[in-house]
C-alpha cells in the first residue's frame, strides 16, 4: 500500500544516507521510488544501490517523455541498475513513443508506469483534460500501472472504472501536498507514494509505520 518516494532532502539528522532510510523503511514500504534529485546528486548507480539494499520494487521516476527511440535508451540504462519500473509520462502519446517504451521494457523485463493526471493544480489545464484518453491508451498498450493524484480522488475513482484490475495505480500527494493516509486507496488506488512525511522525519521508520497504521485504518473504513 505505501510507495516512498527518496527525494533530497531528507531529514537533517539523516543528511544524505538514503540507504539508511531504505533499511528503516523496508518493513513497511511495498516499494521504493527513486527520481531525479537523488540521481542528479549520486549518480544513475544509486538506482543499483538501492536495489541491493532492498528485496522490494524499485520504481524509477525519471517521468520520461519523449519519442521512443530516446526513451527507450534512457531505459537501457535503467535497465542495467536492475530497477523494476519506470515512470513515464502518458501525455506524449502512443505511436512513435510509449507503444517504443512498452516494447522495449517488455524485452528487458522491466513495468511501465504511465502518469495519467498529476497532483498540483496546474495538472487541471492541460493533462486532466486528457485523463480518460491515456488511461484507456494505457490499458490498450498492457502497461503495468498508472499515476493518478491523491489530491484529486475523483480521477483515482474514473481510472479504477475505467481499468478494472488490470493495471495497478500510484498515488502521489499524501501527506505535504494535502491529501491524508487512505484517501487515494479508498478512492480505488493499489499504492500511495509517500515522500516528505517520511524522509523528512527524524525517525523515518516510525513516520512509514504511522503512515501504514492510518492507511490500514482507513481502508478497514472504506472498505470494509
Ligand atoms: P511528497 O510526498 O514529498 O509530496 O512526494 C511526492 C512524490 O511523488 C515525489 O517524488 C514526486 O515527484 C511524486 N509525484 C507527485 O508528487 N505528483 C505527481 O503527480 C507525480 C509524482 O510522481
Redesign the pocket.
Known amino acids: 500500500m505505501l510507495v516512498v518516494?527518496l527525494?533530497p532532502p531528507f531529514s537533517p539528522v539523516l543528511g544524505e544516507d538514503y540507504l539508511r532510510i531504505v533499511r528503516e523503511v523496508d518493513p513497511y514500504a511495498q516499494g521504493f521510488?527513486v527520481?531525479l534529485p537523488l540521481i542528479l546528486r549520486r549518480g544513475v548507480d544509486v538506482l543499483g544501490e538501492i536495489r541491493e539494499a532492498t528485496r522490494k520494487p524499485v520504481i524509477a521516476?525519471l517521468?520520461l517523455a519523449d519519442i521512443g527511440d530516446v526513451m527507450a535508451s534512457a531505459l537501457c540504462v535503467l535497465a542495467e541498475q536492475g530497477v523494476d519500473a519506470v515512470?513515464a509520462h502518458g501525455f506524449v502519446g502512443v505511436e512513435g513513443s510509449l507503444d517504443k517504451l512498452v516494447e522495449e521494457a517488455e524485452k528487458l523485463g522491466v513495468e511501465v508506469i504511465v502518469?495519467a493526471?498529476?497532483?498540483?493544480r496546474g495538472?487541471e489545464k492541460y493533462i486532466d483534460k486528457h485523463v480518460t484518453e491515456i488511461v484507456e491508451d494505457s490499458l490498450r498498450l498492457g502497461v503495468h500501472g498508472l499515476?493518478l493524484?491523491a489530491t484529486r480522488p475523483s480521477l483515482i475513482r474514473l481510472a479504477r472504472g475505467l481499468v478494472g484490475g488490470s493495471l495497478r495505480i500510484y498515488s502521489?500527494?499524501?501527506?505535504?501536498?494535502g491529501a491524508q493516509p487512505g484517501d487515494a486507496l479508498c478512492a480505488g488506488a493499489d499504492y500511495e507514494?509517500?515522500?516528505?512525511?517520511?524522509?523528512?522525519s527524524e525517525s523515518p521508520g516510525q513516520a512509514a509505520r504511522a503512515v501504514l497504521e492510518r492507511q490500514l485504518e482507513r481502508v478497514r473504513a472504506c472498505r470494509g
Open positions: 518516494a527525494d521510488k527520481g521516476d517521468k515512470i502518469v493526471s498529476m497532483s498540483h495538472s499515476v493524484p502521489p500527494g499524501v501527506g505535504h501536498q507514494i509517500v515522500g516528505r512525511a517520511i524522509t523528512r
